[in-house]
Every structure is written in structure tokens, then in C-alpha cells.
């Protein structure tokens, strides 16, 4: 308890006295969850406190301006907002708490803690939008990243600094796949994100990992389905800021956003609540911008040395990978990972789909003989996938393929070999090594 208070004297002993006199607005128009205030100059990105009597006050982040009105959006709901309430400017605009103090604590996109753990007293900030660098900043990716997934290390290699997205479909498997990395992945740093996702999920995940010497580095930030689309991408922005932060401290950070789909779908309901029109099925260019603006944030660093391993979930509806989210992602991702429907209905966990999944940094940064292993093994098990209705049939003649028959006496540990328990770890050597035992010695 007293080092809290200390730490309370402490922020307030360098925090400057703000003596300038405070303005404020008064809330003229609600509608559909847009507000709009007057007589307020703050810039887009501030918050507001809106006062609506006996005490309680609402947060809102300031979206837009139009003939002399400030557009917000409320953090939360609505009720009991009435016309005419006065709106007060709070923060510093633009800016977000960050801090080794985030690590070991699960907190929302306003840096509120939710684990039931005291306030978090950061004095850091960094900018909501990051710090723009130049394109000769990014070091190249040159050092593999162990993942603790035999199938991704051994086909699909990550590098330190990397930007890979998980592809797939409602209830494919996403979820379990970036538990098991964050298990088994080797990062100084890991910072969650969890947007848009389902309360639950976010209950058992932080019950899992922010235990032991893993909690202990690892930061989460949470916003469910349920909340504000302005406060869930508030807090996607929030998480990629802490990991820039502890980049720019020269740590290796494994920063995991869950899900990019759900980003793109605030971004999506503010760009339609600011009037603009829909393209791409309904979504607004700026709403495919921001995941372009988030992802590009991840990566190395040459001036600190210290690097971004971004791992971004992305929903593909209707499993339909023409998508424009997933378009998007993968055209500006440095890697996908698709999961098949197809193969979990098999029984097959994780469903990697192979042949669909591609790692364009693997050929930097693993030995030419993993890669020729990791093409052999792509070319047997597409080769079956492909005819498997063929052969089930009984219309394939043996001796027709050579490949396809290598591929049929295989296919039951070509799939033992892509699938894997849940606390399974299997390291980037030990990867390697069952590759070649499978297929190393086949003509």
C-alpha cells in the first residue's frame, strides 16, 4: 500500500500544473450514437468528459468537425446522456499511457484495469498513431522466430520482426492456434489484444497466461464485442503503442491482435457515422486504411534494435478468402496462415492448409535444405489433397503419379505431422528434425 502512494507522489512531483483556464461545450445533437458539441476546439483523438449530473460522467473521444460543431463518439452508452450537459476537454490529445507498469496487468482501450488489480499509474506516453519512420528504419528480417508450432516452424517459418496473419473462417480454430504461440513463443515482451472478441474469451485467456514467470511479461488489453466501436479500435491502437514502446526500449516483442477483422469493423462503423460511402462491400476506404496503418507499425528496428513479431487474426466471413479484410491483410502482411474447415472436420488440429499458406521472409531465414524439405512435403501433400475424392473412390490406377503414390503411402504421417496437442511445444530444431526423419531420405 505505501509503495503505491509513493508511486502516486512520485507522478505527481513531475506532472506540470496546467494554470490556463478551461473552456467547454455543451452537447447539441445525439444521434445513432454520433454527439455533436459546441463551442469545443479540441483536436480529433482528445477525449471529453461529459457531465450529466449527481457526479457520474461520461468519456468521449472526438472523431470529427463539421460547420462548427465537434463530433464525438461516446466510450460506452448512450443512456441517460442529455442535450445540453457541459463537455470538458481531458488528457493530453492523441497521446496514450504506456509502461512497464502494463506487464503482468490485463486493462481496456483506456488503460482501466480489469483484472481486479489496483489503477495502473504509468507517467509514459506515445502517440496513438505511433511514431512515423522512414522505410530505411525497418531492419531486415534475418533471424528466425520459434513459433513452438512443429508445422509453422518447419513450412511456414517465422522470422524476428515479421508480420503474419492467421486466416480462416468462424470457429476454425484461430483462437487456440495464437494460444498455443503465446505459450510456446520466444519474446522478451508479449502484448495481447483482444478486440471485439467474446467476454469469455477474454476471461479464459487471461486466466491462462498472465500466471507465473509468462505473466509477468505479458500485457493484455481487452475490449469486447460489446463495447464502443471508437474504444475498440481505441484499444487496438493502445496495444500496437505499448509494443512500440518496449521496441523502442530494444526488446523482442510478440505482439498479437485478435482479431484484425473486428478492427476493421469499428473503423467501418465510424467511417459510416462521419458520412462516408461505402466501397469494397460496404466498407469505407478508411476502414481498410487503418489495418494497412496498423500493421505497418510492426517490425524491426535498427535504431533500437528491438523488433515487432506481429501475429494478426483475421476473420474471413463466410470462409471467403476474396474477402476485402483478408484481401487487404494479405496483400500488406509479410505471411498468411490459412486454416481449412476441411481439415477440421477431420479432426485435424491445428488445420493448417499448406499448399494455401505462405511465409514470404522463410527462404532468409532458415538453411536452403529446410526449404527444399518444406517444398518436397508441400508438393506430397498437395498432390493428395487434391486427388483424395480420387483415391477414396477407388479411380485412381497406382503407378499413374509418382508423386500422388508417394503421397498416398504418406498421407497418414504427413497428417500426424501437421496436427499437434494443444500443450504441445516442439521447438525450431526439434521441427526440423522430424521434417527430415518424414521426408528427408525420399526420392
Not at 111 to 136: F, Q
Not at 361 to 368: A, I, R
Request: a negative charge.
Amino acid at each position: 500500500m505505501l509503495k503505491q502512494f509513493d508511486t502516486m507522489l512520485d507522478e505527481l512531483a513531475v506532472a506540470p500544473i496546467d494554470l490556463s483556464p478551461r473552456r467547454f461545450g455543451r452537447v447539441t445533437a445525439c444521434d445513432g450514437g454520433l454527439i455533436e458539441a459546441s463551442g469545443l476546439a479540441v483536436p480529433v483523438g482528445g477525449l471529453c468528459r461529459i457531465d450529466h449530473g449527481k457526479g457520474q460522467a461520461l468519456t468521449a473521444e472526438v472523431i470529427g468537425f463539421r460547420n462548427g460543431r465537434t463530433m464525438m463518439m461516446l466510450l460506452g452508452d448512450t443512456v441517460l446522456l442529455r442535450p445540453g450537459v457541459p463537455v470538458r476537454a481531458e488528457g493530453r490529445p492523441g497521446m496514450l499511457p504506456v509502461g512497464e507498469q502494463f506487464l503482468g496487468r490485463a486493462v481496456d482501450g483506456q488503460g482501466n484495469p480489469i483484472d481486479g488489480g489496483p489503477p495502473v499509474h504509468a507517467i509514459a506516453d506515445w502517440p496513438a498513431g505511433g511514431k512515423r519512420s522512414g522505410a530505411l528504419d525497418r531492419a531486415s528480417v534475418t533471424e528466425p522466430f520459434d513459433t513452438g508450432i512443429r508445422a509453422l516452424n518447419a513450412l511456414t517459418t517465422f522470422g524476428v520482426g515479421q508480420r503474419v496473419g492467421i486466416m480462416a473462417g468462424s470457429g476454425v480454430g484461430k483462437s487456440v492456434l495464437i494460444d498455443m504461440i503465446a505459450q510456446g513463443a520466444q519474446a522478451d515482451i508479449v502484448v495481447v489484444g483482444l478486440i471485439g472478441e467474446r467476454a469469455r474469451e477474454v476471461s479464459d485467456f487471461v486466466t491462462r497466461h498472465m500466471r507465473g514467470e509468462t505473466g509477468t511479461r505479458t500485457a493484455v488489453v481487452a475490449v469486447p464485442a460489446d463495447h464502443a466501436a471508437n474504444l475498440r479500435l481505441r484499444g487496438a491502437l493502445f496495444a500496437t503503442s505499448l509494443a512500440e514502446y518496449f521496441r523502442a526500449q530494444g526488446h523482442r516483442v510478440l505482439l498479437i491482435q485478435d482479431s484484425l477483422t473486428r478492427i476493421a469493423h469499428a473503423a467501418r462503423e465510424i467511417g459510416i457515422l462521419l458520412g462516408e460511402p461505402g466501397a469494397a462491400r460496404g466498407y469505407p476506404p478508411s476502414a481498410l486504411s487503418a489495418i494497412t496503418k496498423l500493421v505497418e507499425r510492426a517490425g524491426n528496428s535498427a535504431e533500437s534494435g528491438g523488433s515487432i513479431t506481429g501475429l494478426y487474426t483475421v476473420l474471413a466471413d463466410g470462409d471467403d478468402q476474396n474477402d476485402p479484410v483478408v484481401d487487404t491483410a494479405r496483400s500488406i502482411l509479410d505471411g498468411h496462415i490459412v486454416l481449412s474447415r476441411e481439415l477440421a472436420q477431420r479432426g485435424q488440429y491445428p488445420a493448417v492448409d499448406v499448399g494455401a499458406s505462405l511465409s514470404r521472409v522463410m527462404n532468409d531465414v532458415v538453411p536452403p535444405h529446410q526449404v527444399q524439405l518444406a517444398r518436397k512435403f508441400r508438393a506430397l501433400s498437395s498432390s493428395y489433397e487434391s486427388n483424395r475424392d480420387l483415391v477414396l473412390m477407388g479411380a485412381y490406377r497406382q503407378g499413374a503419379d509418382a508423386v500422388l503414390d508417394r503421397g498416398i503411402a504418406l498421407a497418414p504421417r504427413l497428417a500426424a505431422f501437421l496436427s499437434q496437442d494443444v500443450g504441445e511445444r516442439v521447438s525450431l530444431p526439434q521441427s526440423l528434425e522430424q521434417l527430415e526423419e518424414l521426408i528427408g531420405n525420399d526420392q
